[in-house]
């Protein structure tokens, strides 16, 4: 099976930093695009960046200039840099990841289990 185990959330001032990694690990043929979200109380899920396993990076307007999501490709893991964090950041941050596992074809969509950030003003 494969699994994704993030970590590195937690609580911060406003304006500080926190660093959020996500490993994946298990069966795995091959890592397309990873991904981070976030979900706040009462609020739906949303796209915060994405990365190809090329490299290529997708933000969402609300984070650019502040996050910066890379990948390392020997450890299977992504991460998330985010500074200047701002109290409207908190949110449980989960990570995606597109997998083929060896003999099959198609990628499947794999979910970690989440990480909290909690930003104080």
């Known amino acids: 099976q494969v699994q994704l185990v993030e970590s590195g959330g937690g609580l911060v001032q406003a304006g500080g930093s926190l660093r959020l990694s996500c490993a994946a690990s298990g069966s795995i043929f091959r890592i397309n695009a990873m991904d981070w979200y976030r979900q706040a109380p009462g609020k739906q899920r949303e796209l915060v960046a994405a990365?190809?396993?090329?490299?290529?990076?997708n933000y969402a307007d609300s984070v650019k200039g502040r996050f910066t999501i890379s990948r390392d490709n020997a450890k299977n893991t992504v991460y998330l840099q985010m500074n200047s964090l701002k109290p409207e950041d908190t949110a449980v941050y989960t990570c995606?990841?597109?997998?083929?596992?060896?003999?099959?074809?198609?990628?499947?969509?794999?979910w970690g289990q989440g990480t909290q950030v909690t930003v104080s003003s």
């Open positions: 990365i190809s396993s090329g490299g290529s990076t």
């Open positions: 995606k990841a597109s997998i083929i596992r060896p003999g099959y074809v198609y990628p499947r969509d794999y």
